[in-house]
């Protein structure tokens, strides 16, 4: 469930020479965004206050659209409180509130967690925009603390000069016919593929927010080049000149995590913290592996010294046509359904 979302996070006491003291009052304080669908700020917004006047700005470029005013005009004041178990939670505009009395650490640990983690994909279901967690702070006492996490992550740091970054430019207009081209239309696919997992790396609140689909992404590369089955794809690597180890050891591991572990189906169950730790270093680096494969395959099939498996039909086959077709007849009776709703 939270197999590579899950990082490791540690409890720092930001006054020196204090400590934690239990049982205890606890209070957590977690700031939420984006803030204006609470009432706070003034950026453009999918949330909109009933009645009022404003109108919707799309953009032909990107497809996405916004109301640029009109959102809550005034923070959100919401509370719940539990008296007979001194427990409160408060939301006032995007800001969190929790109090609670706490017996032990662990006890504090499951809090945060359900705070951190769960509390936003709750008001996903409720909200026009899923709301991500930019800080999680609180008291024992009144000793002070950050949930924060252990280490940061680098996201690819590139140390290049002008005359480099413009040599990289026309490596992609001199590479920009033969990869369009009917046969190689793998090619295409493959880096597509890989655009799509490098966009939801650099698109999330955290490196791993989106990390098991940008591994499926990653699966779909390989797919794209070689096949489907673990064989093919070691025999496609051998055959542009990898070695066994570069192979078991770069290429292979992401096609077990997507077939066993939170990607390609669901696993509820949690693992040991430095597995997870293995997993995540792994996984940091593993996007070079797929560029320098894919620049390889790129250079190959220009100088004719690799070819692609050709597909002799690109056209859908006859049973993937009539599941959509039979998919588009339920698209459209839910749209009609949709557009005249019965009344109850």
């Not at 204090?18 to 606890?26: A, L």
């Not at 109301?67 to 178990?85: C, M, N, T, V």
């Not at 390889?296 to 009539?322: R, W």
Request: with cysteine; proline share 4%; hydrophobic share 40%.
């Amino acid at each position: 469930m939270l197999t590579y979302q899950s990082l490791e996070r540690l409890l720092m006491i930001t006054e020196s020479g204090r400590n934690f003291s239990f049982p205890n009052f606890v209070e957590i304080e977690i700031f939420l965004e984006p803030s204006e669908m609470f009432g706070v700020g003034n950026k453009s917004t999918r949330t909109i206050t009933q009645g009022c006047s404003t109108n919707a700005f799309g953009s032909l470029h990107t497809g996405k659209f916004s109301f640029p005013s009109g959102q809550i005009s005034e923070p959100i004041k919401a509370i719940l409180e539990w008296s007979d178990q001194n427990r409160r939670f408060e939301m006032r505009g995007n800001k969190v509130y929790a109090k609670f009395e706490c017996k032990d650490i662990e006890e504090l640990l499951n809090y945060l967690n359900a705070l951190h983690y769960v509390f936003p994909t709750l008001l996903a279901i409720e909200l026009a925009e899923p709301p991500i967690v930019t800080s999680t702070t609180g008291r024992v006492g009144d000793v002070p603390f950050i949930w924060g996490l252990s280490k940061t992550f680098p996201m690819g740091i590139s140390i290049s000069t002008k005359e480099r970054q413009e040599n990289f430019v026309i490596d992609s207009f001199k590479r920009l016919i033969p990869v369009c081209i009917k046969p190689n239309r793998r090619l295409a696919a493959a880096l597509s593929y890989y655009y799509v997992a490098k966009r939801l790396i650099e698109a999330g609140n955290c490196p791993q927010e989106f990390l098991a689909e940008a591994i499926l992404n990653y699966c779909k590369v390989l797919e794209a080049l070689f096949g489907d089955k673990h064989d093919t794809v070691r025999d496609g690597l051998q055959e542009l000149g990898y070695s066994k180890d570069e192979i078991e050891l770069n290429f292979i591991p992401v096609m077990i995590l997507r077939n066993h572990f939170d990607v390609g189906y669901i696993t509820l169950s949690m693992f040991k913290r430095d597995q997870l730790n293995e997993l995540h270093n792994y996984l940091g680096s593993v996007k070079f592996d797929f560029a320098n494969l894919l620049k390889l395959v790129i250079n190959k099939v220009m100088d004719g010294s690799y070819h692609l498996k050709l597909e002799s039909d690109l056209e859908p086959s006859k049973d993937k046509q009539k599941k959509l077709d039979d998919l588009t007849n339920t698209f459209r009776k839910k749209a009609k359904l949709e557009a005249n709703p019965r009344k109850k």
